[in-house]
């Protein structure tokens, strides 16, 4: 267990618990969805949805008197229930588990797979597979262009297990 991961997801549940911005359900959510998305190998994921997250609360402030008028049961600072917090980190959360179980072999999520989901990657090899291969476009009547330069996709070919450029 990585103990920076538990105390920034408990620092913002309580906060959002204490200025009432989350239910007791919405503050367990959010301590569970900030720990899993902050206790792999890569921070992105868990710092973008802290950045919604806050984002979404400081709208919510600005918004009272169009919210108010919107929603059944309105609460002054938001009060967000643990399916509202869910559904809102649904999409990140997927990310999160999948990015970390394929590329993270030390990440909470890849020891929740069982290694499943650890990606082992393409071997290359003289003898193997080619992704620059010629023959992948054999039978085209035009040549495969490069989006990011707009030219022409040379031909390669491999022998005896050097890349060589025709």
Request: with cysteine; aromatic share 12%; charged share 15%.
């Amino acid at each position: 267990m990585q103990p920076t991961p538990i105390i920034i997801a408990l620092l913002l549940s309580f906060h959002g618990l204490r200025k009432k911005s989350l239910s007791p359900s919405g503050a367990l959510t959010a301590f569970l969805v900030g720990y899993g998305s902050l206790s792999g190998g890569l921070w992105a994921f868990g710092i973008t949805l802290i950045g919604f997250y806050l984002i979404g609360s400081r709208a919510t402030k600005y918004g009272k008197q169009r919210k108010a008028k919107l929603e059944d049961g309105y609460h002054e600072a938001g009060y967000r229930t643990g399916w509202q917090v869910l559904s809102n980190s649904a999409a990140g959360i997927v990310a999160v588990v999948l990015w970390n179980g394929m590329f993270v072999p030390d990440s909470v999520q890849a020891w929740a797979s069982g290694g499943t989901l650890l990606s082992t990657g393409m071997v290359y090899s003289a003898t193997g597979w080619c992704p620059l291969d010629k023959h992948i476009g054999l039978g085209r009547s035009r040549a495969f262009i490069l989006p990011a330069t707009s030219k022409a996709f040379p031909h390669y070919r491999i022998h005896t297990g050097v890349l060589l450029h025709e």
